[in-house]
């Protein structure tokens, strides 16, 4: 995967956090054979260098939040339920900034997780189905 904007470090942190907030498996596809990290790329790759900025630095927040909570090692390097205990900590601080950047984070890991055309697929949405009926519809309405 050619990568725009995220470096492979940004882009692994990216994974560990969309792949602890979705959780998709064994029922559905592990973020890797996703298109969920290409998606955040290129989301920031045409955000304003301001957003981009803000949203990279998170990330590496989010990295070394386990070692503000007294984990001996960054998010990538705890197992899958440390790494949930992680977040759900930071939601519970009661900061509301806090708060507000741990749901930035979540909100665009599901987007860029069920944004998948596949995992679209295996939940039983099927976009190029609902543009197909969309234009009959117009074409039976004379509709443009």
């Known amino acids: 995967m050619t990568l725009q904007v995220l470096s ?8 560990c956090v969309c792949d602890t907030v979705v959780a998709p498996e064994p029922a559905l596809p592990p973020v890797r054979e996703t298109d969920a990290v290409a998606f955040f790329d290129r989301w920031l790759a045409l955000s304003p260098r301001l957003n981009r900025s803000g949203l990279r630095g998170l990330l590496y927040a989010a ?11 960054r998010l990538r390097g705890l197992a899958e339920a440390d790494r949930a205990r992680v977040l759900g900590s930071l939601e519970r601080a009661g900061q509301p900034r806090l708060l507000e950047l741990v749901r930035l984070l979540k909100g665009v890991s599901c987007l860029s ?19 197909r009926r969309g234009r009959a519809l117009r074409a039976r309405e004379g509709r443009p």
Do not use: C, K
């Open 113 to 131: 997780y069920y944004g998948d055309d596949a995992v679209m697929g295996r939940l039983g949405y099927d976009a190029d189905a609902n543009v």
């Open 63 to 73: 990295e070394l939040a386990p070692r503000a909570l007294g984990y001996r090692r």
């Open 8 to 15: 492979p470090r940004e882009a692994s942190i990216f994974a």
